[in-house]
């Protein structure tokens, strides 16, 4: 049997263009599938719009278009942003989709059929940038916890979900399963807040109109998370369950940032319960990007456009970037210096460098072919030995999203890898005809460690990866199998390398 693995992001309103908060997620899940895809699983990436509610009406309005135009519009930006980050998902989803709102009803029809839906009266307030109630008690000084702007009072007839029935449920589950809601500090948020006691929860609106219409009571639009998180299932053909939701549910994980947890790990799970189905394998916060030390608004104009960043230093620079300066689940901050520092530091020197070295040396001792390896030293067996256990660290680093560790890993091996040379210092083997077997050791253990190095690059950083892959005369797709040492052939052809990354002059970036 294959296995498969399914990811996703949330999916992103249509009322704001896309920033690097955006990018992040994807971009997270992008690598989560490629890698996977290398160690041989079936997988399927999701991603996608979320295109109904209040908000995304009100854009509209104020744009002076249906919200439908708006989303139709604004749903090119994400897709061509995607894009241009050489992002490989499977489908994507939007929830004004017919595939979409079939699932949304029958869900829904399903809860309110076994008397977990039911209608009542509404009072409290309302933020309506969050889409998010709050008891009186909830809200600060008055105004959102959460973003802290003012709330408006609601009195509307609704129906409600008996969230309070699966408390328990809840609860065993997340206990049960620490891997469950992950980083661990947010497992705990979670746990205060359940214990807290769950209240019903509001499912549908009568105050405005662009969402998906309760079935059997047109006054009424079904509440947009519960409509967006439904996503999850009907991208897969529920309720077919005989399609690729039979494959691939429950996910393997959803991406999302802190703000949106409660909303995938409280609520979510609790509609799946009472639909009868089984729950997310593992839901994943990361932290928020601030930039140049301050919070990224539209207000200070400081918001991050992922476009102008891929144009201004490339995609691969911009990819490796927000997935190595900040461990994934902690909040980080953004500056062009740091951007141009990695790309110097680690792209330019460690990774370009090595590359450069070694290939213009079997170009310079040995025309270019790939001699087959002679006698090894202790210097040898160590370079190779680490190069087989990063391999093995990233994966255990992958297993748990953190992606910054695992570049370290493999940063160790690049580094490894250029004192190794120093240390060997070919240049002087070369000069004595009895050690050329010993030259050829060490020219075959460089090269087989950096193809390792890109095939696991490959995940990452796709493009710089693959034209690595082809100075070192390797055009096999890339399989798991793969990731073992000794698979370059002697006799291969090295092609001399151009710089993968051109240093920036750090001085003029701000
Ligand atoms: N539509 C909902 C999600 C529904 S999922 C069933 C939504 N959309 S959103 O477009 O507002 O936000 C999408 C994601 O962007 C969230 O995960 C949020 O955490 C992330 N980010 C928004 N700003 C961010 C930063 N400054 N930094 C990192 N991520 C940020 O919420």
Request: aromatic share 12%.
């Amino acid at each position: 049997m294959s296995r498969t693995f399914y990811v996703t992001t949330p999916i992103y309103y249509v009322n704001d263009v896309p920033h690097i908060g955006h990018a992040y997620t994807t971009l997270a899940a992008d690598v989560l599938a490629r890698y996977k895809k290398l160690k041989g699983y079936e997988v399927f990436f999701l991603t996608g719009t979320d295109e109904h509610g209040q908000k995304v009406e009100k854009a509209a309005n104020t744009a002076g278009e249906t919200p439908l135009e708006l989303a139709d519009r604004v749903v090119k930006r994400f897709q061509g942003l995607w894009e241009k980050l050489d992002i490989q998902y499977t489908d994507f989803i939007r929830t004004t989709q017919e595939r979409h709102k079939k699932g949304v009803s029958h869900i829904f029809t399903k809860i309110m059929a076994q008397g977990d839906i039911y209608l009542g009266e509404y009072e409290d307030w309302y933020c309506t940038p969050c889409e998010t109630f709050w008891t009186e008690t909830q809200l600060i000084d008055g105004k959102c916890p959460d973003c802290n702007r003012p709330v408006d009072k609601l009195k509307e007839e609704s129906y409600f979900f008996r969230m309070s029935k699966y408390q328990e449920q809840l609860l065993a589950h997340i206990e049960a399963n620490p891997d469950f809601i992950q980083p661990k500090s947010r497992r705990n948020e979670i746990i205060s807040f359940v214990k807290e006691g769950l209240r019903d929860l509001s499912v549908s609106r009568t105050s405005f109109n662009w969402g998906i219409p309760v079935p059997g009571n047109e006054k009424h639009v079904i509440y947009v998370w519960f409509d967006a998180l439904t996503n999850y299932i009907t991208a897969l053909g529920y309720p077919d369950e005989q399609s690729a939701f039979k494959t691939f549910w429950p996910v393997d994980v959803h991406l999302i940032g802190k703000d949106i947890l409660r909303f995938h790990a409280v609520y979510w799970p609790t509609f799946l319960m009472a639909a009868g189905l089984p729950v997310p394998k593992k839901v994943f916060a990361h932290g928020w990007w601030t930039v140049e030390g301050q919070k990224m608004s539209k207000s200070l104009q400081n918001v991050v456009e992922p476009n102008m960043l891929v144009d201004r230093y490339g995609i691969d620079a911009v990819r490796y970037f927000l997935l190595r300066e900040v461990p994934f689940g902690l909040d980080g901050d953004f500056s062009h210096a740091a951007l141009v520092h990695r790309i110097n530091s680690d792209l330019a020197n460690d990774l370009g460098n090595l590359l450069n070295r070694s290939t213009a040396m079997v170009n310079k001792y040995f025309d270019g072919v790939l001699p087959a390896p002679g006698p090894q030293t202790e210097l040898d067996t160590a370079f190779r030995e680490k190069t087989e256990a990063m391999v093995r660290q990233l994966d255990a680093c992958m297993d748990e999203l953190a992606f910054s560790k695992g570049l370290q890993a493999i940063w160790e091996v690049i580094s490894a890898g250029n004192k190794y040379i120093d240390e060997t210092a070919p240049w002087a083997l070369a000069k004595d005809p009895a050690k050329r077997e010993y030259l050829g050791t060490v020219m075959y253990t460089l090269l087989e460690a950096q193809r390792i190095v890109h095939l696991v690059l490959s995940a990452f950083m796709p493009r710089t990866s693959a034209k690595a892959l082809g100075y070192l005369g390797w055009t096999e797709p890339c399989r798991e199998e793969d990731l073992a040492w000794g698979r370059l052939a002697p006799g291969t052809l090295i092609v001399k390398a151009e710089a993968l990354f051109p240093r920036i002059e750090e001085k003029e970036e701000k």
